[in-house]
């Protein structure tokens, strides 16, 4: 029956008049709530304002009460929580069904959920169990003034354009949104709202895949995406021994050290540090380019932060027109400087 209902769903589409509000999946690991959630919820509140429709977040986990009421605080009108010891760690069958029962069930407008591994993950099996369209990877969201449908706009062919893509006959709209991109939501102590605890009924049958160990990455520890200070550094350093130099910067500054696709590409530097398109998407309050050209993959990442230095000995690199400060030299005479001033302070 699942399968003939979804063959209907994909030719006609669906009744969309039926789907009402917008859903944020507010994903948490190990009773933490990331801070996509948070900037999901930010953007969110925008869209649902806009539509003027209420704002839910859908929480997942074991014990987890806290985050339920973190999320009401941090803008959710509503927020849904399955509560089951099989949902205190991610796995795609659980986490799957839950959601796209619930989906079926309420019919939200639009849903969102943070392109994180778990996201990416999550957000193909439940456009595909839902018969809807995915956006994937959004850095852009928006309301059309006209008819109301939800413009989801991504980096396409190597991020050389930007693609505006709709979801036109099917429901929900749902995109994952890169992490870093949106604003957070604002916390308010005193916010109220409702908190719904909903039955969970899973099987063993339901869940396929076992997780036998979790091993923790470096990105948590180098954590640029927090960062509010970050000195890069790209190919121009010339040899990995240059970040030793970067990280003396940014220790001065309380920050972390950031790097070009190049400077990775080329061994310098673990992954874990990439800004840009491939890599993380930054926005700190400080941003120190050093011998990093300025190309669009690198510039998607880092140009909404807060203050850009460029320090590049090409007067012409692309990189200082997104600067707010520039500095045409060579980087081992100028970084040094910086940091003997810094000394000085
Ligand atoms: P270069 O472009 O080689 O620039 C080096 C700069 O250093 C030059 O401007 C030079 O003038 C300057 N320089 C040299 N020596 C010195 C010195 N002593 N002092 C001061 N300045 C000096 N790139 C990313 O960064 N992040 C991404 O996520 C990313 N994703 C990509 C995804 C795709 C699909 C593709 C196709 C590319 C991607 N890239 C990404 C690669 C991107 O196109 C560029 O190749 C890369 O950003 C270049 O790195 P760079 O600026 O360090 O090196």
Redesign the pocket.
Known sequence: VDAIEKEEVEKKGVDISQYKGVWVFAEQREGELLNVAVELLGEGRKIADKLGVELTAVLLGNKVDNLAEELIKYGADKVIYAEDEKLEVYTTDAYTKVIAELVKERKPEIMLIGATTIGRDLGPRLSARLATGLTADCTKLEIDDEDGKLLQTRPAF??NLMATIICPNHRPQMATVRPGVMEKAHYDENKTGEVEKVEVSLTEDDIKAVVVERVKSEKAEVAIEDASVIVA??????KPEGFELLHKLAQKLDGVVG???????AGWIDHAH??????TTVRPKLYI??????????L??MQDSGCIVA????PD???FKVADYGIV??????VPQLIEALDNV
């Not at 990439?274 to 890599?279: A, D, E, K, L, M």
């Open positions: 190597g991020g550094g790209g190919r121009g350093l010339g790097a070009s696709r190049a400077a990775v590409d990439q800004v840009g398109q491939t890599g380019a050093c011998g990093i050209s300025g190309a669009i993959q690198h998607a990442g320090i590049n000995k090409n690199a692309p990189i030299g060579d980087l081992y005479e100028v």
